[in-house]
């Protein structure tokens, strides 16, 4: 009952908590360490036995470790592999070294030294690409950037985990026997499972898969996972490093996606309680003891991988908005320094006390990151005003005839096909990223906000004959609207909206043409699956279209009611009833026609 009363504990504090921070924008990890250090011994006390939770709780770290190895193909190693081993390793080496050499400054052996360095190097994978995801910036450059980084780090906990056992200070904290005994069978065993893997592996997970049962499929993944991390963990090394050989062995295999889909649930379950056991880990009270060191030991941590990976960025040609981007994105500590700590706390290269501190100052620096990447917002657009107030780009095109405001993913797609119709245009994007990098590949684009006048002017709006509004904000897409409409009344604007609300409020400024960006490819996706269930091509062409013509009338006669919710909400019902009677006659008619031909026979043309 103790345990039961514990896990329910355990699953309010997430449900309550992670929710909460998510809405916040302050991300899931935050929202589970957060839970912790409520329900642990520093604030509640609901739970107390955290170092039984916190082992139990490695497992989500464990699976976290076979997840990354069965992602990582080496063929999709390959293709990362510059940004990869190039900027990641620049950073974890550079980074370890200078962390390491401060804590030498403190005091510290070289073993601990070297420890914190590396540990204190890593960043939050789970942390980072979740506000990347959430910020919508994974596929900029500093995001691609962000995540080739984090990937090298994820490589580099493994030689650590194996690291780690053999800096023990003495006899006494080093596994039984002899040290070079111990490194031979770690060897032997990592080279057992990596063969013994390949001809075992796939033959036993055809044998699972001919069963066809999901939940025995998923305890197999599972077996494997636990078999091989414990065999690993019994010469000294750690079951992470096990979990990630046994991934990347079945990274090739046809099982990889259902074993990533089987083991996602509970290594989703276990991370988030390994979080939740963090924070309960945090010792409030050293806060309250030493609020300026660990706030000075915050601080510190991250200007110095700030500064380290904003010249990294640099040095590799990465503009200085985009390098600050990265620094800050990476600047908090990891989830593994965690694990790191806690494994060199257990052989004896880090006192207990160490650890503690350690850990509140990383849990602190990754609660900072939110509001570092928010500072760094803030600054960004600071230091790009002045080149607002000083103009713009200079616009040269002489003879355009259509504007594109806003060059991403749809105003790419226009300005390629006008180009190869030999169409002058001109191209702004108020992203310098995006000019940047558009440039890189021979477009020309002008850097600019479209929504002001006067550089609409410089494009000469006046003499164009089209304008396509491609911008993805809707804010900033009806503001450029509305300028255009009002100082050019003549041209012609072609909008596209990410949403029917977003074109109700197009149609509101008065725009010649709108497209839904998803509509269209909707309507054609849904004609091939009419067809490939039976539907003639005639028929499913037939259906498509008057759903299509249906839905465009029901756009223009929901366009005079959406400002009021009850009657948008009940013309929404209208429409479907009103399109179900539609088909519904139709298949009536077809129906009577059907007979019709059926009674009629050759007979009776005699």
Not at 87 to 92: E, H, K, P, S
Not at 181 to 189: E, I, R, S, T
Not at 550 to 560: C, N, P
Not at 576 to 594: G, I, P, Y
Request: aromatic share 8%; charged share 20%; with cysteine.
């Amino acid at each position: 009952m103790p345990q039961l009363a514990e896990t329910a504990i355990f699953l309010a504090a997430a449900v309550l908590a992670v929710p909460l921070f998510r809405r916040f924008k302050l991300g899931a990890v935050l929202g589970y360490l957060a839970a912790g250090v409520v329900i642990g011994p520093s604030v509640l006390r609901l739970v107390a036995n955290v170092d039984n939770i916190l082992r139990f709780a490695e497992l989500g770290v464990v699976l976290l470790l076979f997840v990354i190895g069965l992602e990582l193909q080496p063929s999709r190693l390959w293709v990362l592999r510059r940004s990869v081993f190039g900027l990641g390793g620049a950073q974890v080496l550079a980074s370890a070294l200078v962390l390491g050499l401060i804590a030498v400054a403190f005091g510290l052996s070289w073993r601990a030294a070297l420890v914190i360095g590396f540990a204190l190097a890593m960043s939050s994978t789970a942390f980072v690409l979740q506000i990347l995801a959430e910020r919508k910036e994974l596929t900029t450059r500093y995001g691609r950037s962000a995540f080739a980084i984090l990937l090298f780090q994820d490589l580099a906990v493994i030689p650590l985990l194996a690291l780690i056992p053999l800096l023990a200070p003495g006899p006494d904290a080093m596994p039984a026997g002899s040290p070079w005994l111990a490194g031979f069978k770690a060897l032997a065993v990592i080279a057992a499972v990596v063969l013994g893997g390949r001809v075992v592996l796939r033959p036993a997970f055809d044998i699972v898969a001919r069963a066809d049962i999901q939940e025995i499929f998923t305890a197999a993944g599972l077996l494997v996972v636990l078999s091989v991390s414990l065999l690993v963990s019994s010469v000294g090394l750690s079951m992470s490093l096990g979990a990630f050989l046994a991934g990347v062995l079945l990274a090739d295999s046809e099982y990889r996606h259902e074993l990533e889909a089987a083991i996602e649930p509970f290594k989703g379950l276990l991370l988030g309680l390994f979080f939740i056991a963090v924070g309960m880990s945090v010792d409030l009270s050293l806060i309250a003891r030493e609020p300026a060191t660990i706030v000075a030991a915050v601080v510190g941590l991250m200007l110095t991988k700030f500064a380290i990976l904003f010249a990294i960025a640099k040095l590799a040609g990465q503009g200085r908005q985009s390098a600050r981007n990265l620094a800050a994105a990476l600047s908090e500590g990891g989830e593994f320094a965690f694990v790191l700590f806690s494994l060199a706390a257990g052989y004896r290269i880090m006192d207990a006390q160490l650890v503690d501190w350690l850990v509140v100052v990383v849990t602190l620096s990754m609660a900072a990151t939110p509001f570092a990447l928010a500072l760094n917002d803030r600054l960004s657009r600071r230091l790009r005003k002045p080149r607002s107030e000083e103009q713009f780009d200079t616009i040269d095109e002489a003879d355009s005839q259509v504007i594109i405001a806003g060059f991403g993913r749809v105003g790419q797609i226009v300005g390629r096909i006008l180009s190869v119709q030999k169409i002058a245009f001109t191209a702004l994007d108020r992203n310098p990223e995006q000019v940047e990098t558009m440039r890189r590949f021979g477009r020309k684009v002008y850097y600019g906000d479209a929504s002001r006048l006067d550089l609409l002017r410089a494009a000469k709006a006046d003499k164009a004959k089209l304008f396509v509004l491609a911008i993805d904000d809707v804010e900033a897409s009806i503001q450029t609207a509305e300028t255009v409409r009002r100082h050019f009344p003549t041209l012609k604007i072609y909008a596209r909206a990410r949403n029917r609300f977003h074109a109700y409020r197009l149609m509101d400024v008065g725009c010649e043409l709108i497209e839904r960006e998803t509509f269209r490819s909707s309507l054609q996706l849904s004609e091939q699956v009419l067809t490939a269930l039976g539907v003639s091509e005639w028929s499913a062409q037939l259906t498509v279209s008057r759903f299509k013509a249906h839905d465009e009338q029901t756009l223009e006669r929901q366009h005079a009611v959406y400002h009021d919710e009850t009657q948008l909400r009940q013309t929404s019902i209208e429409a479907a009833k009103e399109l179900e009677s539609l088909f519904e006659q139709d298949r009536e008619e077809a129906a009577l026609l059907n007979a019709e031909a059926a009674a009629f026979s050759p007979s009776d043309v005699r």
